[in-house]
């Protein structure tokens, strides 16, 4: 049997078929000899054979490391990954995570509004920002953003200021509002902000022509 085929014995399990293909499943039909449903290898994921102390280790780096861009992500990520575990494992690390104690800090920002500038950092969206200077005096700001950073102990947005008219570090913790607007952000100006330390660097070197 070909490489992602699914054999059909009977017209209850046809149906079930048709049902995925219906719904948008990859799974298509092929007539004539050796024919059959096909099912798109790209959708199937080899198993999961983590250890406990491994999904134990991504916890404690997850909490460890932090407001981090993304976070929620990350563990709506590390929760789907836990539950194709066996439930051996997942009894093991549930058990083994109340020994592993990590001091929380202070979040950085709003969720909302760390959400927000996360999705249009990634997505590359005009954002409107509510911003508390080190004064305590708060402006309203549309931004491009270009960039999340991290230094110094602190989480940036590295983005282009309209009001301003000149590149600027908004601190995530001093952002209490971000709005995103439909507009795409068209300006590319990271070298502007300056070469980073010797020690930064991307989390994966950036690709020519693809921002």
Do not use: N
């Amino acid at each position: 049997m070909p490489a992602g085929q699914v054999d059909v014995v009977e017209g209850v399990q046809r149906r079930d078929l048709e049902a995925l293909i219906g719904s948008g499943f990859p799974v298509w039909a092929q007539s004539g000899p050796g024919g059959g449903y096909f099912v798109d290898p790209a959708a199937t994921l080899p198993p999961i054979t983590l250890t406990a102390e491994q999904v134990v280790g991504l916890h404690a780096a997850v909490r460890v490391a932090g407001d981090i861009p993304f976070r929620r992500d990350v563990e709506a990520a590390l929760a789907k990954l836990e539950e194709a575990l066996p439930a051996s494992v997942r009894r093991t690390s549930r058990t083994s995570r109340s020994l592993v104690w990590v001091d929380r800090g202070v979040p950085q920002g709003t969720s909302r509004s760390r959400s927000v500038v996360e999705h249009a950092t990634l997505h590359r969206l005009v954002t409107r920002i509510t911003f508390v200077d080190l004064t305590g005096s708060v402006t309203r700001r549309d931004v491009e953003p270009q960039a999340l950073g991290y230094t110094r102990g602190t989480w940036y947005l590295l983005a282009w200021c309209r009001l301003r008219a000149a590149p600027r570090w908004f601190a995530l913790d001093r952002i209490t509002r971000a709005d995103a607007t439909t507009e795409p952000v068209t300006r590319d100006c990271l070298a502007e902000f300056g070469e980073p330390p010797p020690t930064a660097a991307p989390l994966e070197p950036a690709v020519a022509g693809q921002r």
